[in-house]
């Protein structure tokens, strides 16, 4: 027993043991750098100031040890995490509820903008464990008084940065004014801006601060910029990722934008050469945003085309690689785009588009960088011009028109496909739950057999539509834009 209290074991942490139970269940084996050093710290109720990214298993750093201080019989809101965006709010919540597992009915609750406020006054009105949600929104909640936070013990700051960045610090300002002064407030955030120590010299008691390598993995992180030409003509940039993606032909990568417009422009060229490409901007619907990043995920979709915000706390394992369409205006948001990929050890590559004109932006970032050295300048011709398409998804997705509120789970949709008649469970891929609609990938081979087997079967005894979902960036692209 003693050996497995290692240092980054959960089991030092005096844990319920229900708990542990449930960790070991997700999967959850040693503690992850962040875990290690905010856990005790978190869970001994002390304020933290904590750097960490997507990626880092920081989530758990603090629900963990938020869980630990509710109270499951009262049903007053007792933890707050605000997130500067929908996705990172939706995920958080996410993780909160696996983690949550092991307490009975605990309610997690997200309220973001975007969305009609009436539903979300209609779940707040049995109260809520645990709230999640974007600043502006939670503030609207305080105003119409259909959220209390005089019960808080918890208070999550997530990517303090990224919601000062978005302008969101009187909104901040406001929410802390209304919890209690005793309440524990932890803050993560990727960088440590002036503002960020204003903040919390302001609003935290003692924090503890807590650094973690971030860029510990970028030495696995092949960079390479590419040189395009001399000024911008036409779709030029389009045309060069197209390039790279036929030859190094990744099975999935992200292309980062800073425009919304280059982001439809690029996905369009990809989509129009036979790959499957979905654009990913601040601008489009909440629902399409959170059907592009399902398919994404589940690899139905190939290449994700995205703008830096709307790429905010995308949590996706093991990229293989990133392209950088755009340059990034400042190191930071370099460091963040390319620190999706080469995670946890992977290799990555990190391929970058500039052309002449914008040479001093490629400077500015290998000085500032720490292994410059170890970043590479080509020209695209020396990417070879490749015939053939390369391979895309091999995977779709359905939507069903059921989700949590219908009390649909993975297990009734797999069981339902894989009933007599059905399909074979490997030919299904990751299935999401959301609150009115559930997305499963299927083999594309498959894809008719399981939209038959779904509209012959009920689930949980009812009927419900299905449909499969179009690739979003040919529509997006030609229709708005
Ligand atoms: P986060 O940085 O919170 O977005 O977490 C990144 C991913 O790591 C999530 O998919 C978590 O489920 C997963 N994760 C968090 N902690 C651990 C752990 N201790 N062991 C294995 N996976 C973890």
């Given at each position: 027993m003693s050996e497995a209290k290692g240092q980054d074991s959960f089991l030092g942490l005096n844990l319920p043991p229900a708990q542990i139970e449930n960790l070991t269940a997700l999967g959850y084996e040693h503690m992850t750098a962040v875990q290690a050093q905010a856990l005790p710290l978190a869970l001994a109720r002390k304020d933290l100031i904590a750097q960490a990214r997507t990626g880092s298993g920081k989530t758990a750093a603090f629900g963990i040890a938020l869980l630990c201080h509710l109270n499951p019989r009262d049903f007053g809101t007792q933890s707050l995490i605000l997130c500067p965006t929908r996705e990172l709010c939706t995920q958080v919540a996410t993780e909160i509820r696996r983690l949550a597992r092991y307490l009975p009915n605990i309610k997690v609750v997200v309220l973001c903008g975007g969305q009609s406020i009436g539903p979300q006054i209609g779940s707040l009105a049995h109260g809520a464990h645990v709230v999640v949600g974007t600043p502006g929104r939670i503030k609207d909640h305080l105003l119409k008084e259909t959220l209390k936070l005089e019960r808080i013990n918890t208070l999550v700051l997530d990517e303090a940065d990224r919601m000062l960045d978005m302008g969101f610090s009187e909104d901040i300002e406001y929410i802390i004014g209304e919890t209690p002064a005793d309440r524990q407030t932890l803050m993560f955030s990727a960088t440590f801006p002036a503002h960020i120590d204003s903040l919390s010299a302001q609003y935290q008691r003692d924090a503890q601060r807590i650094t973690v390598e971030t860029v510990a993995s970028e030495t696995t992180i092949d960079q390479t910029y590419?040189?395009?030409?001399k000024k911008?003509?036409?779709?030029?940039?389009?045309e060069a990722v197209l390039r790279l993606l036929y030859h190094f032909s990744p099975e999935s990568c992200a292309?980062?934008?800073?425009?919304?417009?280059?982001?439809?422009?690029?996905?369009?060229?990809?989509?129009?050469?036979?790959?499957?490409?979905m654009a990913l901007h601040g601008e489009m619907e909440q629902r399409e945003r959170d059907q592009v990043l399902i398919q994404f995920r589940n690899g139905s979709c190939q290449v994700l085309v995205a703008t830096d915000v709307a790429a905010r706390g995308l949590d996706i394992e093991q990229l293989p690689m990133v392209i950088n369409a755009d340059l990034p205006r400042d190191l930071e948001v370099y460091t963040h785009r390319i620190g999706r990929t080469g995670r946890a050890g992977n290799e990555g590559a990190a391929l970058s588009l500039f052309f002449e004109n914008e040479r001093f932006r490629v400077d500015a970032l290998l000085e500032r960088s720490d292994n410059a050295g170890a970043a590479q300048i080509k020209t695209?011709?020396?990417?070879?011009?490749?015939?053939?398409?390369?391979?895309?998804c091999s995977k779709q997705t359905l939507s069903i028109a059921g989700g949590r509120k219908n009390k649909i789970r993975p297990g009734d949709i797999l069981g339902t496909l894989t009933a007599e008649g059905g399909i074979a469970g490997t030919a299904i891929g990751r299935i999401d739950i959301l609150e009115f609609a559930s997305f499963v990938a299927i083999d594309i081979d498959q894809i008719e057999a399981a939209i038959a087997q779904l509209e012959a079967r009920r689930i949980k005894g009812q009927k419900f539509k299905v449909r499969r979902l179009h690739t979003i960036a040919s529509r997006t692209g030609r229709a708005r834009y």
């Open positions: 590419y040189l395009c030409g911008e003509e036409g779709t030029q940039r389009a292309v980062f934008c800073n425009t919304r417009q280059s982001t439809t422009e690029i996905a369009q060229v990809l989509s129009d050469a036979g790959l499957v490409a695209i011709e020396s990417v070879p011009q490749a015939r053939d398409t390369p391979a895309t």
